[in-house]
């Protein structure tokens, strides 16, 4: 993969510190910002006969072609693009955006909300964890602190009052934990080689691809009904809900992948936590479902956790997992 050669550092500062560009936490945000619209947008849908597996076909349908003019314009600068990159295509289609949706919702039929989105939201740590055994480093007391508090600010925010075990409902919701991690992995190792938003783009209509595939062999369900949903109090076509779900899933992966880089796939899985406080602020402002005081309180420890994260600016080798080949990729030097 082609990599732009790092900045020198600056005369009197410490070659292992570095400063995490301010553009990417904002693409970061702004990334889970719009995943976080999604929910209330679609919710609609579902309870007007629509079935999972149709809103998200259309979903990543709309979203893979709003994407698709950057994978086109790759093929046209790269003409052996998806001979090379094809693998990680493929790989990015079925584990980050197939992989992850399929078995979160399985988990949720098998637990609560709530429980379902803890054990996801554990990607942060898995990613510490991992970046921790391979690189046998271990990470600062800053960056535990921050974890413990964000997983605790987590604890708050969502509800598991009451909630029960359920084995294989955890295995769901730890594999989608486990493809979110993929997502971070892979969106920072693109670059000038493997285009973030191509990545996307290809990925997104591999998921399509997918799930369409699985409906077709009757895995999954595909329902839909033309009857009018209730949007923000409007009687509205199930058109504007998917359109606008496709849009906002089209700008969270196009954020999302270019943030990655810039800022590490650690500290971009810690603001990626955030979704779940704009996903309750959206529940509360579009469909009513005000927040309990508790929740305010752990949207503050997920943020002082990020924060946390943040204040750890060290060598990218040290805040993000160990440089390694996509998949389809070859190493440096055997090309």
Not at 125 to 152: D, E, H, K, N, Y
Not at 186 to 193: A, F, L, P, V, W
Not at 287 to 305: H, K, R, S, Y
Request: proline share 8%.
């Amino acid at each position: 993969m082609t990599h732009t050669a790092p900045a020198r550092p600056a005369a009197g500062r410490d070659p292992l510190v570095r400063q995490v560009p301010s553009s990417g936490l904002i693409l970061a945000v702004t990334s889970a910002l719009t995943f976080s619209i999604s929910g209330p947008i679609a919710k609609p849908l579902l309870e007007g006969g629509w079935s999972l597996a149709s809103v998200l076909a259309i979903r990543m349908g709309v979203a893979g072609l709003v994407l698709l003019p950057a994978l086109v314009r790759t093929l046209r600068q790269r003409p052996d693009f998806l001979r090379v990159h094809w693998l990680s295509l493929v790989a990015f289609g079925l584990i980050p955006v197939v992989g992850c949706q399929i078995f979160y919702f399985s988990a949720l039929q098998r637990m609560p909300v709530g429980v379902a989105l803890l054990i996801q939201y554990l990607a942060p740590v898995m990613l510490v964890l991992f970046v921790w055994a391979r690189t046998r480093r271990a990470p600062s007391r800053t960056v535990l602190i921050g974890s413990v508090v964000a997983m605790a600010g987590l604890v708050l925010v969502v509800d598991i009052a009451g909630a029960r075990f359920d084995l294989l409902g955890t295995i769901f919701a730890l594999l989608a934990a486990v493809c979110a991690c993929v997502y971070f992995v892979m969106s920072e190792r693109t670059g000038d080689d493997l285009p973030p938003l191509a990545l996307a783009a290809g990925g997104l209509l591999v998921g399509t691809v997918t799930i369409l595939a699985l409906a077709g062999l009757g895995i999954l369900p595909l329902t839909v009904s033309a009857e009018p949903v209730d949007l923000l109090g409007v009687s509205a076509a199930p058109l504007v809900p998917l359109l606008l779900v496709g849009l906002c899933t089209a700008m969270g992966y196009a954020f999302g992948v270019m943030a990655v880089p810039k800022i590490g796939s650690r500290l971009a899985s810690f603001v990626g936590l955030s979704e779940v406080l704009f996903a309750l602020s959206f529940a509360w402002l579009l469909l009513g479902e005000a927040p309990a005081p508790v929740q305010f309180v752990g949207g503050a420890l997920i943020l002082a956790g990020v924060v946390l994260v943040r204040a750890e600016e060290r060598a990218p080798s040290d805040v993000s997992s160990p440089a390694e080949p996509l998949p389809g990729e070859v190493g440096p030097g055997s090309r």
